[in-house]
Nanobody, 125 residues
């Protein structure tokens, strides 16, 4: 399984970006997908996730501003990021859960087996 994240870039505070994560393989629809981020000098942290049936879960820091969706026909998960803040600046990673058809989204990295390469989001204030 390969994951390819894209959509990062430079945006002003208050602006929006949409990240995409395209996955290879034929079992995409059976797995939950997560987004994590790592800011400079900080540990990687959970941002949000969508399970195989489309239920979403978000970190408090992005709740109400970020929206995760998936298109199983395109093997792609998206994260729409609105009202961006300077503290959202980070490298964003997508990941696929280790186990299929998991109802509860995992907020821990150990729950994910495959990772994308990351895409940089820079929010200028």
């Amino acid at each position: 399984v390969q994951l390819q994240a894209s959509g990062g870039g430079l945006v002003q505070a208050g602006g929006s970006l949409r990240l995409s994560c395209a996955a290879s393989g034929r079992t995409f629809s059976s797995y939950g997908m997560g987004w994590f981020r790592q800011a400079p000098g900080k540990e990687r942290e959970f941002v949000g996730a969508i399970n195989w049936s489309g239920d979403t879960y978000y970190a408090d820091s992005v709740k109400g501003r970020f929206t995760i969706s998936r298109d199983n026909a395109k093997n792609t998960v998206y994260m729409q990021m609105n009202s961006l803040k300077s503290e959202d600046t980070a490298v964003y990673y997508c990941a696929r859960q280790a186990s299929p058809r998991t109802v509860v989204s995992d907020v821990q990295e150990r729950g994910y087996r495959y990772w994308g390469q990351g895409t940089l989001v820079t929010v200028s204030s």
